[in-house]
């Protein structure tokens, strides 16, 4: 009944941008905090960014200053704008739910972001 499809990934240079973008399906979306999860190769998924419903945000310290997460309750989407990029950001994003018991059953596809001169 729920789910989350993300879009936006690709591949670009040291120092370049991305904007993903998160499309949720689900009638109480605005009352959730969500957040965009990133897995590279060999490490544990982590939580990279959250917002909640009203739009207060908070960040891991690796990207802080570099990635803006925000959504738009009215049309279901979050995103995620990624600046100057670096090779440790490689990896696939996902979003979902903050709460990990809430969001254990909802993970997508997510989208590759690959950096890399």
């Known amino acids: 009944q729920v789910q989350f499809v993300e879009s936006g990934g690709g591949l670009v240079q040291p120092g370049g941008s991305l904007n993903l973008s998160c499309a949720a399906s689900?009638?109480?979306?605005?009352?959730?905090?969500m957040g965009w999860y990133r897995q590279a190769p060999g490490k544990q998924r982590e939580l990279v960014a959250t917002?909640?419903?009203?739009?207060?945000?908070d960040y891991t310290d690796s990207v802080k200053g570099r990635f803006t997460i925000s959504r738009d309750n009215a049309k279901n989407r979050m995103f995620l704008q990624m600046n100057s990029l670096k090779p440790e950001d490689t990896a696939v994003y996902y979003c979902n739910f903050q709460n990990a018991r809430v969001g254990v059953d909802y993970w997508g596809q997510g989208t590759q972001v690959t950096v890399s001169s």
């Open positions: 689900g009638r109480f979306f605005s009352l959730y905090i």
């Open positions: 917002i909640t419903g009203g739009g207060i945000t």
